[in-house]
């Protein structure tokens, strides 16, 4: 079980570090310029909008790029600590992405990539704290010195 966590934060890290870096880099200049026109219409209905921030899309595209980077970076090779941080971080992401696609109205095929990464994220987030054990120390009966306990006994 261990192993097969192991595995799965290793590929959903990686995944993540790459769609990260291809944010941040121009890939191609066909793949770069449709990159740059989604985060148009994603800035468009951006989740704080309604209380009066919009981004710029080069702006937001470079953060959700440097966080994707970041966080997936983390939940392959940071400590378990940075790695619970991780995944709550990409799961906000990856929410947020589900609530740009639907308020975009796109077709139920473009939710799928985003959706299948917020269950993976949820699963291992879920059986990591399965594994994760409480430490439970016995409790030791404070004791009085004989001198105080026979003084209270009389």
Do not use: H, W
């Amino acid at each position: 079980m261990a192993l097969g966590l192991a595995a799965l934060r290793v590929l959903l890290g990686g995944f993540f570090a790459l769609t990260g870096a291809a944010k941040l880099s121009e890939i191609s200049a066909p793949a770069s310029e449709q990159m740059k026109a989604l985060f148009v219409q994603f800035a468009e209905v951006f989740p704080l909008k309604m209380f009066g921030y919009q981004p710029d899309p080069m702006r937001y595209q470079g953060a959700v790029g440097f966080l994707q980077l970041l966080a997936g970076l983390l939940l392959v090779l940071g400590p378990s600590m940075l790695q619970e941080v991780s995944n709550l971080l990409l799961t906000l992401l990856m929410m947020g992405a589900i609530f740009t696609l639907a308020s975009l109205k796109e077709s139920p095929n473009t939710y799928i990539p985003a959706v299948l990464c917020l269950g993976l994220l949820l699963l291992l987030d879920i059986c990591q704290l399965g594994q994760t054990e409480e430490v439970v120390r016995p409790t030791r009966e404070k004791t009085l010195p004989s001198a105080l306990r026979e003084s209270r006994e009389s």
